[in-house]
């Protein structure tokens, strides 16, 4: 079954220092992963995906994220993390089941909390 | 970019009474919409599919009696919370998929009291 795992409930940086959410998944043959944001009540924005092509996939905002097949992760990057920055951050996989309907399946959702 | 609206964003009911939420795609045409529930702090659960001019697909658990989805035209996607209950009180997003991603309506926090 696919699946998408993010193993932290929640993570704390400090205003300009480099930043990571972390986030595995579990998916037969090439994924299709996304990252996106959500502040608080309001719905989710796109950061960006990874399909194909270089493994480091630059995407709004600053973030970037890199996709490791090895080690089945997409990891979200940020190299200086901003107090606007806080929100609840979902990893997401296409849902290769659903055709090109777009369904997605999404992990946990990560709390990133930047402090001043 | 794409947008996807999502009204209205805050409503309060009674118990007992039914509530609309409607999802449009303002500048691109959507055959499929998906309607996701979110609990506080937690991920977003897939509630159905609804699909422009045939049934909406549920997934299981989700009573399709109750949670009424209707796909009228290709811009405009409808979900009605019927004899609304207070523990369907919760946050509720529609989404809708284009070749680049899929993006998120604006999300509508439902209180039933």
């Known amino acids: 079954a696919q699946s998408v795992a993010q193993p932290e409930d929640q993570v704390n940086v400090a205003e300009g220092n480099p930043l990571t959410v972390k986030c595995t998944y579990s998916v037969s043959g090439n994924p299709y992963l996304f990252w996106y944001v959500q502040y608080p009540n309001r719905g989710l924005q796109f950061l960006l995906k990874?399909?194909?092509?270089?493994?480091l996939v630059k995407g709004s905002y600053g973030f970037e994220a890199e996709f490791n097949k090895s080690q089945t992760s997409f990891h979200l990057k940020k190299p200086s993390a901003l107090v606007s920055d806080s929100a609840l951050y979902f990893c997401?996989?296409?849902?290769?089941?659903?055709?090109?309907?777009?369904?997605?399946?999404f992990g946990q959702g990560t709390t990133l909390q930047v402090k001043p | 970019g794409a947008v996807v609206s999502q009204h209205p964003s805050r409503v309060i009911c009674k118990s007992g009474t039914s509530v609309k939420i409607e999802c449009r795609s303002l500048d691109f045409q959507a055959t499929t919409m998906f309607w996701y529930r979110q609990f506080p702090k937690q991920s977003l659960m897939l509630m159905a599919t609804?699909?422009?001019?045939?049934?909406?697909?549920?997934e299981q658990g989700v009573e399709k009696d109750k949670f009424l989805i209707n796909h009228a035209s290709l811009t405009l996607s409808t979900l009605t919370v019927t004899s609304a209950h207070p523990e369907d009180s919760s946050f509720y997003i529609c989404s809708a998929p284009t070749p680049r991603a899929a993006f998120f309506g604006q999300g509508t926090r439902l209180t039933v009291v």
């Open positions: 990874y399909i194909t092509g270089d493994n």
């Open positions: 609804s699909n422009e001019g045939s049934k909406a697909t549920y």
């Open positions: 997401a996989v296409r849902d290769k089941g659903s055709g090109n309907t777009g369904k997605l399946i």
